[in-house]
């Protein structure tokens, strides 16, 4: 059996709140250019964070290392939608560690108990570590999209995970 890695075993999972709002925004502005840009079009500041935390109903799972710092968060939106929409934001510290797959698979937990079909999300397809995370978890490619950010073209995988799969 493999031995778990230090910074997923040292870390704890739990729910954000309004009351979290100003970890989530040092986290936040904390990720690189890199991640800004391949998380985009979410901003990364502390009053999105706010905003986010106030009306946001759905779950907002993060891990938190032992001093409390933030390592990770992910959500999806709890609209009517059969396939709600994924976001996942992982520190670039605590990449590569297991704690993407961890949380992702709370939110599958998650929504199998709302009885969800199933999640959607995009990303970045130069994103080639999200992307082999999405299908390690069961998301397969559905549909390609692009946009303009910041005067860069940046093309999307469109992924859906389908809650009777596993």
Not at 1 to 28: H, I, K, Q, W
Not at 44 to 64: C, D, F, H, M, N
């Amino acid at each position: 059996m493999p031995v778990l890695n230090s910074v997923l075993s040292a870390c704890s999972f739990g729910r954000l709140g309004p009351g979290d709002s100003e970890r989530l925004g040092e986290f936040l502005e904390g990720l690189s250019a890199e991640t800004y840009k391949t998380f985009h079009p979410y901003s990364l500041t502390k009053e999105s964070a706010q905003r986010a935390l106030a009306e946001v109903e759905g779950p907002v799972i993060a891990a938190v290392d032992d001093s409390g710092g933030i390592l990770g968060y992910a959500w999806f939106h709890p609209e009517a939608d059969a396939y709600p929409s994924v976001g996942i934001c992982i520190a670039d510290r605590a990449r590569g560690q297991g704690i993407g797959k961890a949380l992702m698979r709370e939110l599958q937990a998650d929504a199998r108990g709302k009885g969800r079909s199933g999640l959607m999300l995009w990303v970045v397809k130069r994103n080639d570590a999200a992307v082999r995370l999405y299908r390690s978890v069961g998301f397969q490619v559905i549909g390609e999209t692009e946009y303009d950010f910041e005067g860069e073209r940046l093309e999307s995988h469109v992924m859906r995970w389908e809650a009777t799969e596993e």
